[in-house]
């Protein structure tokens, strides 16, 4: 079955890097679109980024343009969240969610969850 799991969460301080790791199992990862959302204490979910099985990218987020990029290696079944200029305001459950096939997945919503890793910028 369709499984993601996502790792490399973890404290940093303000003005940090972290990248965040997802990998898929029990699909064609090269086929499929790859969502990061997170999730803030006290707040609803939100999307941050997104690459399509084209590699469009799409950026739910403004607040991290410029910050974050995503990227996938279909061969090693992974897709990566690179998150530089961390600020307080990033902290929270990340999850890496499976979309649809086709150029416009990114646009539609995510069919399977990851269980989430925790990032927590502070000094």
């Known amino acids: 079955q369709v499984q993601l799991v996502e790792s490399g969460g973890g404290l940093v301080q303000p003005g940090g890097s972290l990248r965040l790791s997802c990998a898929a199992s029990g699909f064609t990862l090269d086929y499929y679109a790859i969502g990061w959302f997170r999730q803030a204490p006290g707040k609803e979910r939100e999307g941050v980024l997104c690459?399509?099985?084209?590699?469009?990218?799409?950026y739910y987020a403004d607040s991290v343009k410029g910050r974050f990029t995503i990227s996938r290696d279909n061969a090693k079944g992974t897709v990566y969240l690179q998150m530089n200029s961390l600020k307080p305001e990033d902290t929270a459950v990340y999850y890496c969610?499976?979309?649809?096939?086709?150029?416009?997945?990114?646009?539609?919503?995510?069919?399977?969850w990851g269980k989430g890793t925790l990032v927590t910028v502070s000094s």
């Open positions: 969610a499976k979309g649809e096939r086709g150029p416009r997945a990114c646009s539609a919503g995510m069919t399977d």
């Open positions: 690459i399509s099985s084209f590699d469009d990218r799409r």
